[in-house]
């Protein structure tokens, strides 16, 4: 039975969703609510789950923690959990010097701004402020994280309070431009880059998600895109901020993104899959560059005004320990890039469906795009929201939907097994296929 609800749900058109289904345990990789169903947790619980729900490995190292400190500020102290994990961190993080602790994505991505527009402001370079992007590029939700990942639909209505920034196309392949194939349009894409960071010393910085753009659709970046990006940063001595949010812990296959992508930033983001999904933590590492910049006296004023009251808590950081010592001990990485291979025994199948124009897929990660007809690639657009028409029909299937725009996204708990994953693609194309008549 659904519940009326008191909150105020993120990114929901509240008089579609007058009432919710309530979760009341979880178990691997099932959410079960208070009428006993079982949910396969599709989008793992918002990108973020590692191993399945109620781990017993995260859920004592949480408890045994809370029996120690629960929290204690990093203002003037710290604590041996943090600690642990920012060695940990640094160690898996080729060129990443120092780290910085906050809550969520979203403030992580704040930071790595403030981070870098303040270390040129350090060094002297006062002109440089700008900051480019790519195109559709989705880096949270507060007001920074808005700027820098500019999606018009939905921060529209703040375009004015939003700093400006330079925007660069992003190589779609599903969606080029006439007159250019897929090769051409990536070189017409590093062209505008290059053109915009020759003519503009202003710019301090360039922000992108690393491997793929996530919540802009699933545009997995083509090899070597990535990583001229980061030259040309290098040419024209600008920084290179990437945000592995949602990329980095092997959710596109590598434990750290940039070293596949050969692109080694000046700063880089991690949340979402950093404590397992267990509990809320992000944080922004630098190089030593960068931090060395913000030394100073006291009086120079150059220290980084930022901070949370929760940055560094060591509950988090216990999860975020234990989970880091799980991926080594059961090889995740490797163990996704064999699972991850089951995906691709979809594909045919998948595509054969009516209302699917196109599939993108990386590590643990897909992104099935619908539309109403194949051959002009134009999306469905049903009366109600894509995204309720797909959690409902996903329930009569026993998993948990959540689609963005006219895509739905596939990105389970990391460690799930082979059947797992079988059972997972059979339900959603039964899921696609029952939901036609709804969307078309
Ligand atoms: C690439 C990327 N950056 C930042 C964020 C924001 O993270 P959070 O939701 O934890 O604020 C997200 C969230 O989906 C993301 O996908």
């Known amino acids: 039975m659904k519940k009326k609800s008191f909150v105020w749900h993120p990114n929901t058109q509240m008089k579609e969703w007058d009432s919710f289904n309530e979760i009341v345990k979880s178990k691997g990789m099932y959410l079960i609510d208070s009428d006993g169903n079982n949910y396969f947790d599709a989008v793992g619980s918002m990108w973020c789950n590692v191993w399945g729900h109620s781990k017993p490995e995260l859920t004592n190292a949480i408890s045994r923690q809370c029996k120690k400190l629960q929290h204690s500020s990093m203002f003037n102290l710290t604590n041996e959990p943090a600690e642990r994990l920012a060695k940990s961190l640094i160690k898996i993080s080729p060129g990443m010097h120092k780290v910085f602790y906050s809550d969520n994505g979203s403030s992580a991505m704040e930071i790595a701004i403030k981070m870098a527009l303040q270390y040129w402001n350090n060094i002297g370079e006062t002109k440089k402020t700008k900051i480019a992007t790519l195109e559709n590029g989705y880096h949270g939700d507060t007001f920074g994280a808005m700027a820098v990942g500019y999606v018009p639909e939905f921060f529209g209505k703040f375009k004015k309070q939003l700093f400006p920034t330079i925007q660069i196309p992003v190589p779609n392949k599903y969606r080029i431009p006439k007159g250019y194939d897929y090769l ?99 944080a922004t590492l630098a190089n030593k560059k960068i931090y060395d910049s913000f030394l100073g006296q006291f009086n120079d004023w150059k220290h980084l005004f930022h901070g949370h009251t929760y940055t560094g808590n060591p509950i988090s950081a216990a999860v975020a320990n234990e989970n880091l010592k799980l991926y080594k001990k059961n090889n995740l990485i490797k163990k996704i890039q064999k699972t991850s291979k089951i995906f ?70 990391l460690a799930i097994s082979e059947e797992e994953l079988d059972f997972l693609l059979n339900r959603t194309m039964d899921t696609i296929k029952s939901a036609e008549n709804k969307t078309t």
């Open 344 to 413: 691709e025994e979809y594909y045919d199948k998948i595509l054969e469906i009516k209302t699917v124009g196109d599939i993108r897929h990386k590590g643990m990660l897909m992104g099935i795009e619908l539309v109403k007809d194949k051959k002009n690639k134009t999306p469905i657009n049903p009366k109600k929201s894509i995204n309720k028409i797909f959690f409902e029909e996903g329930r009569k299937h026993g998993i948990y939907l959540r689609t963005l725009g006219n895509i739905i996204m596939l990105v389970p708990p």
């Open 184 to 282: 051409d349009y990536q070189n017409y894409c590093l062209d505008k880059v290059e053109k915009k960071f020759s003519n503009d010393d202003k710019i301090a910085s360039f922000v992108m998600e690393s491997g793929a753009q996530v919540a802009g659709g699933v545009i997995i970046f083509p090899k070597g895109f990535q990583t001229k990006i980061s030259k040309l940063c290098k040419k024209y001595n600008i920084l290179l901020v990437l945000d592995e949010i949602a990329t980095g812990f092997g959710r596109l296959g590598s434990m750290v993104q940039y070293t596949e992508q050969k692109s080694i930033p000046d700063i880089v983001s991690f949340g979402k899959m950093l404590t397992g999904g267990y509990l809320t933590m992000a």
